[in-house]
């Protein structure tokens, strides 16, 4: 070989009857095939492989993979950054004329975003106060297409009742859209709660290491499909480096899960045992609880990503429980519970109005 196909060319295969077991950062953005044949059949989708940087690299696939096991979806598109991965999901999703039902308190990119260029492709916005199922009820029109939350609100913590509102949405064919970047599928996984589609700005806990901007839509693998044309077209494709490091930011979730439970249980018992606590905590304070099981415990669920906060997390609901008849701590449940924002919560602080 002359010099300069040589430097070209040389040093690029490496012989090894081992893989390494962290997997290698793609930072290509061509592929080389044996022949056409193989180009054709990756292209059309009839083998695996990748194509061109835009399309994907094996890094992408490997934080979908990922993410889309942590939050029990069918598929997953990685995206440059969360508001990257809102503009694949409105323009994969939505078309002109269609309308939409967004919490008031939705991280303010993405309300300026439906505000600005989502009216400006003729999707309308209408926003309401999520934590109040019956007003996002209320503001459903014949061609609402979906309801967008957040499973925790950015800045202010607030909760949508997730398990009130989808099987009501279902009914209607409306998509319940929920933005969980600030809960991490470690505590809460909206899919389990009837969401059809999720987004996460990868940035936040999910690549947790303030080192990635990065974002992901995920849902139905049809719906996804036409998010990632969405994102290919556009050109909100996250670069392999990032999503090499979401996925190693990735890993400690378990840990987080961990931390998150008091000691002695396992995930399984945890909404038992809290759900046992603050009915009886209710009960204590002449308050009657009213709502599903599924409702608090999701609920607490929140209570408990505090911790992430403030380092309290679970430990003041149990606290509370074994208190009676103390203001302070009436006081400290009306709080928690109007985090909740459950049906309950709602009844409860009714009965309970501040005397
Ligand atoms: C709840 C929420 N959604 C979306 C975004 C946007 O994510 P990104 O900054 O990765 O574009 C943010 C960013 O702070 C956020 O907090």
């Not at 994907?56 to 993979?65: K, L, P, V």
């Amino acid at each position: 070989m002359n010099f300069h196909t040589l430097a070209a060319r040389g040093g690029r295969d490496v012989p090894s009857a081992s893989r390494p077991l962290t997997a290698p950062i793609y930072q290509t953005n061509v592929y080389a095939f044996e022949d056409m044949e193989t180009v054709e059949s990756v292209w059309e989708g009839k083998i695996s492989g990748y194509v061109y940087g835009r399309y994907g690299t094996g890094n992408h696939s490997m934080i979908e993979d990922l993410v889309a096991g942590l939050e029990g979806a069918e598929a997953a598109v990685a995206c440059a950054s969360g508001m990257g991965a809102t503009t694949a999901l409105l323009l994969g999703l939505f078309a002109a004329g269609d309308h939409l039902v967004a919490a008031r308190d939705l991280y303010g990119t993405t309300a300026s975003f439906l505000t600005s260029e989502g009216r400006r492709l003729g999707i309308e916005t209408t926003f309401v106060d999520a934590t109040d199922a019956e007003r996002v009820l209320g503001a459903l029109r014949p061609n609402t297409k979906a309801v967008f939350v957040e499973a925790l609100s950015n800045p202010l913590l607030r909760l949508a009742d997730l398990p009130v509102l989808a099987p009501l949405l279902e009914r209607r064919g409306v998509e319940l859209i929920v933005d969980a970047s600030m809960a991490s599928p470690a505590v809460c996984r909206p899919i389990e709660h009837g969401a059809t589609v999720v987004m996460h700005s990868l940035t936040k806990f999910i690549s947790g290491h303030g080192d990635v901007t990065g974002g992901m839509v995920l849902g139905r693998k049809e719906a996804m499909g036409r998010c990632r044309e969405a994102m290919i077209r556009a050109g909100t494709n996250l670069g392999p480096f990032d999503a090499w490091l979401a996925v190693r930011g990735a890993r400690p979730l378990w840990f987080l899960a961990t931390l998150l439970l008091p000691e002695g249980t396992t995930p399984p018992e945890l909404p038992d045992r809290i759900f046992e606590q603050i009915r009886r905590a209710c009960a204590e304070v002449g308050a009657t609880l009213v709502g599903g099981h599924t409702e608090i415990t999701f609920g607490l669920k929140r209570a408990i990503i505090n911790g992430l906060f403030n380092a309290k997390a679970d430990a003041d609901l149990i606290e509370i429980a074994q208190h009676e008849r103390n203001v302070t701590l009436r006081i400290e449940i009306r709080n928690r519970l109007r985090l909740l924002g459950t049906a309950a919560a709602r009844e409860y602080l009714e009965k309970t109005a501040e005397k």
